[in-house]
């Protein structure tokens, strides 16, 4: 089936008894065992399994082509599973503009003898040169932030396979609607479901999605069931609510995104318009051929500095200043400000997440805030 009817459909039976087409909110934390102690249900515990959280996971691994998916309370919870099923003296390859957080927790990899090395994964020469025999995962993270790099997967996952290491990928900025890593190669999938999946700015929750059922999973599944790191409740229900339009929503977004990309690049306070799907980026040709759309995501240097920058961001009024993406609202954010000291990004530059305003109105509202610069 298609991912429109998967979004709808996966995870969403109707109820047996109430025969609610909705599903409930299943607060308990605890299930009734039968006479001989075993559980008809099927569920012990909440925070081993419960039943919105199983319904959440299907659909998850369903979007995105798996065996399986594990529902945790943030993005960082889910990255902070695999990397706790890392081991003392293996080594993690990732991108050197990897998403801060994740970087952030590598860092702290560095205290149980887990090293990694940070490179420009554009450049597969580079990612070879850094693979050491001890390398076990390769983290990669297309389009990146806040410069939309775009890496080839189905290449990165050859070079991860040669050496025996993993390959993950964080999913969050194209969605399964328009990048099927496991499709390229990819072994597990990350996502922010804070962004886009959940969509609507309202739930924090991250997953993990396998390619396989194998070892490697069970042991992450120990760690997000003992670890306890996991959505509650009405977080999955919120969650599997907001799924059902994700592939209407990311498409709107990533149409309406092109189109500011394209009004952006003709504008005479625009230093460089960062968009996959304009021509003119780096990585137009690997993300035409890996993804079916460039995405709701862009970014853009304007004129001047920092306080140029500052002053549109102020400027606009249907965008709203703030951090985060994938929500109903457009955003516009000074990324370097939020990063702090060790920032890679330019302080001129502006992230905007493109929401589900008409896109007239948004190229208006730009418009309108670039002429007072
Ligand atoms: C937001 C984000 C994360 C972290 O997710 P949280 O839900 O905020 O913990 C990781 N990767 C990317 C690409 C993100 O945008």
Redesign the pocket.
């Known amino acids: 089936m298609k991912i429109e009817t998967r979004a709808v459909h996966v995870g969403r039976k109707p109820e047996a008894g109430s025969r609610d087409v909705t599903p409930a909110i299943h607060l308990s934390t605890t299930y009734q065992k039968a006479e001989d102690g075993s559980l008809p249900g099927g569920f012990l515990y909440s925070r081993n399994d419960n039943p919105n959280r199983a319904a959440l996971e299907e659909a998850l691994a369903s979007l995105e082509g798996g065996y399986a998916a594990l529902a945790f309370s943030?993005?960082?919870?889910a990255?902070n599973a695999m990397f706790q099923a890392m081991l003392a003296g293996h080594h993690i390859i990732a991108g050197e503009d990897v998403?801060y957080?994740?970087a952030i927790l590598l860092q702290r990899l560095k205290h149980h003898g887990i090293e990694h090395t940070l490179v420009d994964m554009q450049d597969l020469a580079a990612v070879e040169r850094a693979l050491r025999p001890s390398t076990r995962l390769i983290w990669v993270?297309t389009p990146s932030?806040p410069l939309l790099h775009i890496t080839d997967i189905a290449a990165l996952a050859a070079i991860a396979h040669k050496v025996g290491a993993l390959l993950a990928c964080?999913n969050?900025?194209a969605t399964p609607l328009l990048q099927l890593p496991f499709k390229l190669g990819a072994d597990v999938v990350m996502h922010?479901?804070?962004?886009y999946l959940s969509g609507h700015s309202d739930v924090?929750?991250?997953a993990l999605i396998f390619q396989d059922g194998d070892e490697f999973f069970e042991k992450v599944q120990g760690i997000q069931r003992e670890g306890g790191a996991v959505p509650s409740p009405f977080e999955c229900w919120l969650t599997l609510r907001g799924l059902q339009t994700f592939p209407y929503r990311v498409r709107a977004q990533s149409h309406s995104a092109q189109r500011i990309a394209e009004f952006l690049a003709h504008q005479p306070q625009i230093e460089a318009v960062h968009y996959p799907g304009l021509p003119s980026h780096s990585g137009h040709e690997v993300a035409k051929r890996q993804m079916s759309g460039f995405g709701g995501m862009l970014s853009i240097q304007v004129k001047g500095g920092q306080k140029e920058a500052f002053k549109l961001a102020a400027g606009v009024k249907l965008f709203t200043h703030a951090t985060?993406?994938g929500g109903p609202h457009s955003l516009i954010e000074h990324r370097a400000s939020v990063e702090g000291a060790a920032t890679r990004s330019p302080v001129n530059l502006l992230r905007l997440s493109i929401g589900l305003e008409h896109p007239d109105d948004l190229i208006e509202d730009l418009e309108r805030a670039l002429k007072k610069l």
């Open positions: 943030s993005g960082n919870a990255t998403f957080g994740t993270e932030n964080d969050t900025w922010s479901v804070t962004k924090l929750s991250g985060s993406l």
